[in-house]
């Protein structure tokens, strides 16, 4: 059986991808962009690309002599590069292999932990750059409303949720930046679980969460 195919709208940036390909992303985002490209066909062709490009750059020894074809001739590289021979992380369980590898098995190996208005958390063990969380948000329910310090990125890998800005399904991965204030809602129907990463505290507009926050490190 072949797993079913899913749409996803939300993808990871280029800078995004760029720093995963350079290897300069946090081990909180390493993973996030990961297990998105795990889903991702368009995504891990991108940064199929970056890759040999990349390796391309480092193997120039004298930029200056590059010929005038010579970005065409990356281009034909990359083409008929057998790096580009698509790959799948998905493994026999729900949660992609990079997932599984940190969370020590499938979704039924979490360790959930209640934080409040029927959500559940678990966190997962990274360096200090960044903090990682799996969500589970119950069908309806709503996370908090907050604003950023710095980054966040959030993966559907159940569900789905919606704030202001748009809806989001599985595979989908929402970057929000200092500039968003959102409060997600986890779509009707299924329990939302999402994996989400950030390398700042979040920014709470109600009292109750700020309380809490340092108890769940979020
Ligand atoms: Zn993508
Ligand atoms: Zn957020």
């Known amino acids: 059986m072949t797993a079913p195919m899913i749409d996803i709208k939300h993808h990871l940036t280029d800078n995004l991808l760029m720093a995963y390909s350079a290897g300069t992303l946090p081990e909180g985002f390493n993973l996030v962009v990961a297990t ?9 062709a991108h940064m199929h690309e970056f890759d040999a490009v990349g390796g391309a750059i480092m193997a120039a020894e004298d930029p200056i002599a590059m010929s005038d074809n010579s970005f065409s001739a990356t281009l034909d590289l990359i083409e008929n590069s057998d790096v580009l021979t698509p790959f799948r992380h ?18 039924d190996a979490v360790k959930w932990r209640k934080v409040g208005g029927g959500v559940r958390q678990a966190i997962l063990k990274t360096d200090k750059s960044t903090s990682v969380r799996l969500l589970h948000i119950p069908a309806g329910a709503a996370v908090p409303d907050h604003g950023h310090r710095g980054t966040e990125l959030t993966l559907v890998l159940q569900g789905a949720f919606s704030d202001k800005t748009d809806s989001f ?5 929402e970057v929000a930046t200092e500039d968003l204030n959102h409060q997600p809602i986890a779509e009707m129907g299924e329990d939302c679980i999402c994996l989400a990463a950030t390398d700042a505290p979040l920014r709470f507009n109600s009292l109750i969460p700020r309380l809490l926050q340092p108890f769940l490190q979020i």
């Open 169 to 173: 399904y599985k595979g989908d991965i």
């Open 36 to 44: 998105h490209i795990s889903f991702c066909d368009e995504c891990r």
């Open 90 to 107: 998905i493994s026999s369980g729900s949660f992609p292999t990079p997932l599984q590898e940190y969370v020590g098995g499938d979704l």
